[in-house]
T-cell receptor
Framework: DQQVKQNSPSLSVQEGRISILNCDYT??????FLWYKKYPAEGPTFLIS?????DKNEDGRFTVFLNKSAKHLSLHIVPSQPGDSAVYFC????????????FGKGTRLSVIA | EAGVAQSPRYKIIEKRQSVAFWCNPI?????LYWYQQILGQGPKLLIQ????????DSQLPKDRFSAERLKGVDSTLKIQPAKLEDSAVYLC????????????FGPGTRLTVL
């Protein structure tokens, strides 16, 4: 049973436009959500997180939105740059992060110059 | 600050052989994690250490996988005997504490079992 779902395996976006990556979760006990970015042959790198007490968190070009009623979160990248091309993983945890992270399968973002 | 180090980066073995992976976390990080990432999937936690004690090993196949973190620093993950389905990237991560602290990942070890 997949508790964190990233239903789009891939996404292509023009440079300078907005990239929107989506993530759905099924476990209503999740209260802490993270996005990681992964380049080939490297480990995942933490990007941004959000607690369930918020509905938005912003860090530079990256914004994460959380819709608890829909059990949905999204990562917005504006403007998209070629260096953003990577696999993006959504992850979730319970008890403010005190339980193991559960990862989605990832979405491969390609930013076309 | 040096990142999480892992070795080897790549390993090819035949089924039923044994293999070991090594991880050196970021200095001062108390918590160490081992993840398994099968192709096309997200990372799955195998085991979590807090210093040299095991916090969570509920998803570790204990009949063939073992891990230790002696002295609360370096860690090794062993598979004995390996099966074809163990082919994956094994990622080590560390964090300053537990809970919501950011996890920093190493580059991983890509294991191929033939």
């Amino acid at each position: 049973d997949q508790q964190v779902k990233q239903n789009s395996p891939s996404l292509s976006v023009q440079e300078g436009r907005i990239s929107i990556l989506n993530c759905d979760y099924t476990n209503s006990m999740f209260d802490y959500f993270l996005w990681y970015k992964k380049y080939p042959a490297e480990g995942p790198t933490f990007l941004i997180s959000i607690s369930s007490i918020k509905d938005k968190n912003e860090d530079g070009r990256f914004t994460v939105f959380l819709n608890k009623s829909a059990k949905h979160l999204s990562l917005h990248i504006v403007p998209s740059q070629p260096g953003d091309s990577a696999v993006y993983f959504c992850a979730a945890s319970r008890n403010s992060g005190n339980t193991p992270l559960v990862f989605g399968k990832g979405t491969r973002l390609s930013v076309i110059a | 600050e040096a990142g999480v180090a892992q070795s080897p980066r790549y390993k090819i073995i035949e089924k039923r052989q044994s293999v070991a992976f090594w991880c050196n976390p970021i200095s001062g990080h108390a918590t160490l994690y081992w993840y398994q990432q099968i192709l096309g999937q997200g990372p799955k936690l195998l085991i979590q250490f807090q210093n040299n004690g095991v916090v969570d090993d509920s998803q570790l196949p204990k009949d063939r996988f073992s891990a230790e973190r002696l002295k609360g620093v370096d860690s090794t993950l062993k598979i004995q005997p390996a099966k074809l389905e163990d082919s994956a990237v094994y990622l080590c991560a560390s964090s300053r504490g537990g809970g919501g602290d950011t996890q920093y990942f190493g580059p991983g070890t890509r294991l191929t079992v033939l």
